[in-house]
């Protein structure tokens, strides 16, 4: 069993900042990559920012410049440092982690349930 667990949502007025964290547990041999998506109220989820297992990082446009994504591979946990936000940032934000639970297995992706992030003054 794996499971995928979000926190550090919250009410955040604009221009402040937000840390999420994203936890991967249980039975797991390999992360390739873990990612933050988020989904707005009316709106298809999109990627907000992604991290491989060598460290490789991608952002959404919109994010550039305001938004980190770190990793702990040693924890197998994930963090969105999110500064600047802007009340266009509010949304669910999901976490997912691309992960083998064997080795050899095969991989497949894994979703938290979601941590609310809302700004407005």
């Known amino acids: 069993q794996v499971q995928v667990v979000e926190s550090g949502g919250g009410l955040v007025q604009p221009g402040r900042s937000l840390t999420l964290s994203c936890k991967a547990s249980?039975?797991?041999?390999?992360?390739?990559?873990m990612a933050w998506y988020r989904q707005a109220a009316g709106k298809e989820r999109e990627l907000v920012a992604i991290?491989?297992?060598?460290?490789?990082?991608r952002y959404e446009e919109s994010v550039k410049g305001r938004f980190t994504i770190t990793s702990d591979d040693v924890q197998k946990t994930v963090y969105l440092r999110m500064n600047d936000l802007k009340p266009e940032d509010t949304a669910v934000y999901y976490c997912?982690?691309?992960?083998?639970?064997?080795?050899?297995?095969?991989?497949?992706?894994?979703w938290g349930q979601g941590t609310q992030v809302t700004v407005s003054s």
């Open positions: 997912n982690a691309d992960l083998n639970m064997y080795a050899g297995g095969r991989y497949s992706l894994y």
């Open positions: 249980g039975t797991i041999n390999r992360i390739n990559a």
């Open positions: 991290i491989a297992s060598g460290g490789t990082t």
